[in-house]
């Protein structure tokens, strides 16, 4: 167990609704990177917050978005959601090392199913 | 763009064989890279890593080794058990030495036989 939770496990919601997805960082980290994982494929870099300020963000839409709190918790928010935003969310901490290389450490994940 | 589909590169290998799953990677600036193993519904978990001035990293019956030279990497894992079961995904991180982004392999099955 890596100490990083996630809420909620599973979801199922419906074209162009709108979701917020939940990360718990593991005790002493303070950088929180988001992925998608589609079925069958390796996770794909969202965006990485650092205390509190995006850090690098991959090639997804401005409709992704994010939050990270003073306790380091972070949130992700997907608007307008469409189908193929249907994937497993993973979160995962790490230390934010200064001019370092840290590893980053999963959650379990957030199953998303848009219908 | 990316191959979408179940399709994975599989490894079946008996019980107590040896296990080599390689990885290619393209950016030759990355400077770190991770063997993440996941189970099924489950997120990846850390297995081993190692820094570009390395070509070789030993764990506990793992060992990732690292060519540069021809961008390529690779997972044995010693006597494989049940366990091992799982996809196993090499990641490397591009951002030249910052802390964000690791790019992930499309992912290799691994499958052990009793």
């Known amino acids: ?115 | 763009g990316e191959s979408v589909g179940l399709h994975l590169p599989t490894l079946s290998v008996q019980e107590g064989d040896n296990s080599i799953i390689n990885c290619a990677y393209s950016n030759s600036a990355s400077d770190y890279f991770i063997w993440y193993k996941q189970e099924s519904g489950k997120g990846p978990q850390f297995i081993i890593d190692i820094r570009s001035n390395m070509d070789k990293r030993q764990g506990q019956r793992v060992t990732v080794l690292l060519n540069k030279t021809v961008k390529h990497l690779s997972l044995q894992i010693a006597a494989t058990q049940p366990g091992d079961s799982a996809v196993y995904f090499c990641a490397e991180n591009r951002g030249g030495g910052s802390n964000y982004k690791l790019t992930f392999g499309k992912g290799t099955l691994l499958t052990v036989n009793p």
Do not use: M
């Open chain 1, 1 to 115: 167990e890596t100490g990083v939770t996630q809420s909620p496990t599973h979801l199922i919601k419906t074209r162009g609704q709108q979701v917020t997805l939940r990360c718990s960082s593991q005790s002493g980290h303070n950088t929180v990177s988001w992925y998608q994982q589609a079925l069958g494929q390796g996770p794909q870099f969202i965006f990485q917050y650092y205390r509190e300020e995006e850090n690098g963000r991959g090639n997804f839409p401005p409709r992704f978005s994010g939050l990270q709190f003073p306790n380091y918790s972070s949130e992700l928010n997907v608007n307008a959601l469409e189908l193929d935003d249907s994937a497993l969310y993973l979160c995962a901490s790490s230390s934010g090392l200064a001019g370092g290389i840290d590893t980053q450490y999963f959650g379990p994940g957030t199953r998303l199913t848009v219908l």
